[in-house]
């Protein structure tokens, strides 16, 4: 679900600078700039999270387990 929000993040960043392109407005290459960081950032700790879950639970059942119950977690959460 992480990995979706950062997909759509990059995805939303190549279509401002596209804008910035056509238009040549420097808003467009900010907001671009600010999704790439945040994108970079969030799958860094993606990277994290998954490196410490691994380390936790050598089980890989036990460790899919885990990973179904943060999905619905973050589900949840976002449907606050």
Known sequence: MYGK???????????FADKAG????ITW???????????KQKTA??????WSLT??????AELKAVDELLDEKL??????
């Open 5 to 15: 929000d950062v997909d759509a993040r990059t995805s939303s960043a190549d279509e």
């Open 22 to 25: 056509k238009t040549q407005q």
């Open 29 to 39: 290459i900010s907001k671009s700039n600010s999704l790439r960081r945040t994108a």
């Open 45 to 50: 700790e993606l990277k994290l999270v998954s």
């Open 55 to 60: 380390s936790l639970f050598r089980d890989e």
């Open 75 to 80: 589900l949840q959460l976002k449907n606050c």
